[in-house]
């Protein structure tokens, strides 16, 4: 049997100074709303890969494998329920690739209320802060793509 925490942050009782968070050293951030630029959506899948590790206890999940095909899917479901995908994902500097992502799920005609889907950071990028430097939900930020490096 799965289990579901419901938390809830009300946006507009969260002073505009807490949303403003220096990008962590080595790192960019990057955003899209709806479907992953093709330029990222490989390292994209293999960022998704990162919450395998989360600790589930003795629950049963067994985690999906993420693939270019599967994010795709992921993305055609979310338009199928009337849901826009805005992500952010963290890019080291250097090598080009996601050290991590978040993702929240904002329901058609519901713009003062988002999900959390998923927020992960691959293990060789931890310690970086990237969690607490991820941009603000869609609702109070540009959610365009940001220019690169």
Known sequence: MAEW?????????????????????????MRWMGTAPEEVVAGFARARTAIEDAPIGESSLEWPEWTVERVRQHEADARTRG???HTAVAIHRISGEIAGLTEIEIQ??????????????????????????????????NPQTSAGP
């Open 5 to 29: 925490v419901r938390q809830t942050l009300r946006i507009a009782d969260i002073g505009p100074e807490l949303w403003q968070v220096r990008e962590p050293d080595g790192f960019y951030v």
């Open 83 to 85: 849901c826009e995908l």
């Open 108 to 141: 058609d005609g519901l713009l003062d209320t988002a999900l959390q889907q998923d927020t992960a950071v691959l293990h060789e990028y931890r310690g970086h802060r990237y969690p607490t430097a991820r941009p603000p939900p869609p609702l109070r930020a």
